[in-house]
């Protein structure tokens, strides 16, 4: 059962990803707003317009019964209905017109809600629908902004996100792997966490084999050397999916990667080309390439079992087994994610590998919880005991078609993230903020 929160939590939630939407959007014109038709992006203005008619549909319609406060928005902005290559002929409002569209909407939610303070605390309906909505806009917000760096737009300027501090900039530089025992792990949510999205229903114990997990995602460095080794053109390290995709992308290297002498390299961020940062992870590259670099390294992906124990259990026993309960971040139960990873745009960019070291989690495993997204070797499949919420789209019709990432990115928002998070998305898509990290081969001696 979702954890009531109160009122004013939720006002302040909605008025801050609003405010993260108008960042993204006021400083694009009506060209840069609707873009090209791709199959990797929406129409920015569209994909406004689809979260403000989201709040409406999913709780004042569904659950209060409200008359649409757009009328045929169901015909304009429902991403079920609506094939994505038709969403650029739609007669879509304007920037200003969705603007007051969102704005009287979310005006509607937080005068429904009562007083707004600190101590009228909201209903458990309330709590976990708002609180799910307003994810909802922040997943999209973070899909502004890769989407602008795929349509090399300017990098935005993120006045809501607070700048960096001196104790994060100045980490000890971790190496190698840490070893993490077997055991049986409650993967997945429990009914008494304070939130959870319904992937992540139900908590079920799995077993799991002892196993060598890197404490730091693969560098830029470290992937550049794959590539000078013809890593793109070594058929045997490529599954046959992924041989394909390279073949008809004719990939020969991480996409915002561009040639600046022999294995030296620029990369794009958003309008501009910088020179590539060794010690930055990899970021932008897809399942398939994740996949291929492990071969070549002789590692391999996590599973996304093995990532939760090293994000959420610490060691007992000497470190012969982990902990029964489990954490909701790397470093424990503080919430304030400052000082402990990047997240909520504050770099606008990935962050040097050796950052954040007061986010490790008691394993020694450095930034599981921003930065980059971590491909991890497993299927989007339901749990056990799955059941769809009142979104019923959200997970249940993309099972197995997907792959599993977890950790969030630079571009993430904080009061999303968790441990138990489940991203998802297909094996060639690398225009999301993806990197990974690996782990040792499996000793059956």
Request: aromatic share 14%.
């Amino acid at each position: 059962m979702t954890k009531c929160v109160s009122t004013q939590c939720l006002a302040d939630f909605l008025e801050d990803a609003n405010c993260r939407t108008r960042e993204l959007l006021l400083d694009l014109d009506d060209k840069q707003l609707m873009g090209p038709k791709l199959p990797i992006v929406n129409p920015i203005l569209w994909e406004v317009g689809h979260v403000a008619w989201f709040y409406d549909q999913f709780i004042l319609r569904m659950l209060y019964r409200k008359e649409p406060t757009l009328k045929d928005g169901d015909k304009i902005y429902d991403s079920i209905d609506i094939e994505h290559y038709d969403r650029w002929d739609l007669p879509l409002l304007s920037t200003p017109d969705v603007l007051d569209y969102i704005d009287t909407i979310r005006q509607k939610l937080i005068d429904r809600l009562g007083p707004i303070s600190g101590s009228n605390m909201a209903s458990e309906q309330d709590s976990f629908i708002y609180q799910f909505a307003v994810f909802h806009e922040d997943m999209h917000t973070e899909a502004y902004l890769y989407s602008r760096k795929t349509l090399e737009y300017p990098s935005p300027n993120l006045n809501t996100s607070k700048p960096l501090i001196n104790s994060e900039l100045q980490n000890e530089k971790l190496r190698g792997d840490v070893e993490i025992p077997g055991g049986k792990f409650l993967l997945g949510s429990q009914p008494d966490s304070p939130f959870f999205f319904d992937n992540e229903k139900w908590a079920h114990n799995v077993p799991s084999y002892p196993f060598k997990m890197a404490r730091l995602p693969v560098t830029n460095k470290e992937f550049s050397e794959f590539v000078a080794d013809n890593g793109y053109k070594r058929r045997d390290l490529w599954h046959d999916l992924g041989w394909n995709w390279r073949n008809r992308a004719e990939a020969e290297h991480p996409t915002y990667w561009v040639a600046d002498g022999k294995n030296q390299w620029l990369e794009k961020s958003f309008d501009n080309y910088i020179k590539l940062v060794p010690n930055k992870p990899v970021s932008h590259v897809n399942w398939f390439e994740a996949s291929a670099y492990c071969n070549w390294a002789n590692r391999r992906l996590p599973t996304e079992l093995e990532w939760e124990i090293a994000a959420t259990s610490e060691p007992t026993d000497g470190g012969e087994k982990f902990s029964i309960s489990k954490r909701p971040y790397p470093w424990g139960d503080d919430t304030n994610t400052i000082g402990k990873s990047n997240l909520d745009g504050r770099t606008i960019d990935t962050v040097d590998v050796n950052m954040f070291g007061e986010g490790d989690s008691p394993w020694g495993i450095r930034q599981m919880i921003g930065n980059i997204w971590e491909w991890t070797a497993s299927n989007f499949e339901p749990y056990p005991g799955f059941s769809p919420d009142s979104y019923k789209e959200y997970s249940q019709p993309v099972f197995g078609t997907r792959k599993v990432l977890r950790g969030g990115s630079w571009a993430t928002r904080s009061r999303m993230i968790k441990n138990t998070f489940r991203n998802f998305y297909t094996p060639e898509r690398r225009d999301v903020i993806a990197g990974f990290r690996t782990c040792a081969p499996f000793d059956w001696t």
